[in-house]
């Protein structure tokens, strides 16, 4: 009878051994199971719809009182800034600081348009300018600008020199001085128009150009 059982045990286990490596087969073949597919989340979308929102409120801010990018729409500034050029206006520099002679500023100009002017700032405040010979004087001194070109004539009867700058207000001049309408036509315009400074024309690229901070 001992001899039976142990011929059963060796069997039992001859068999044992040779379904086991079958088994692993069929585990290996089964591979790892597929994840399900995740459903719907509404969280992950209220995330975008607040990245978006927040990147909209931070372009607004931007925009309204920082720096904001202006298409040049005239000629008058040319050769410094063409037509269909791309600046970047500093709205900060005249929150911290008074505009200044030579920089080039944008600007609702107090004449009957909605287009804003690019110019460039020849004079202030108590500074007195006058336009003789085809040149500009301020002060008694000729001020040249390398940029600028032509002739600089007036322009308006109304507008008489030796012109003094009332306070709080400035005196601009396009670079183009036979092309523009400027302050020679209008006056000089309140500091309060001034939507900022232009400190870089970044298009076309290949003319890109860093201007007075």
Request: proline share 8%; glycine share 6%.
């Amino acid at each position: 009878m001992c001899h039976r059982e142990r011929n059963d045990l060796s069997n039992c286990k001859t068999v044992s051994a040779l379904k086991e490596p079958r088994a692993q087969e069929d585990i290996a073949s089964a591979g790892p199971e597929a994840p399900e597919p995740e459903g719907f989340s509404w969280r992950a979308l209220l995330e975008i719809v607040q990245a978006l929102a927040l990147a909209v409120i931070i372009s607004v801010f931007l925009n309204l009182f920082v720096v904001q990018v202006t298409e040049v729409r005239q000629r008058s500034m040319e050769p410094t800034l063409f037509q269909s050029d791309r600046v970047l206006v500093s709205k900060v520099d005249y929150r911290l600081d008074q505009p200044r002679a030579g920089n080039i500023v944008v600007f609702n100009p107090t004449t009957d348009t909605s287009i804003p002017f690019v110019k460039r700032i020849v004079a202030t405040a108590g500074d007195v300018v006058e336009v003789r010979d085809g040149r500009l004087f301020v002060n008694g001194t000729a001020v040249p600008y390398p940029d600028a070109r032509g002739n600089t004539m007036p322009q308006s009867p109304q507008v008489r020199y030796p012109y003094t700058v009332p306070p709080g207000q400035f005196f601009a001049l396009g670079d183009n001085r036979e092309a523009s309408s400027d302050s020679r036509s209008f006056g000089a315009q309140p500091y309060d128009r001034i939507i900022g400074k232009v400190v870089l024309r970044f298009w076309p690229f290949d003319r890109l150009r860093f201007f007075e901070w």
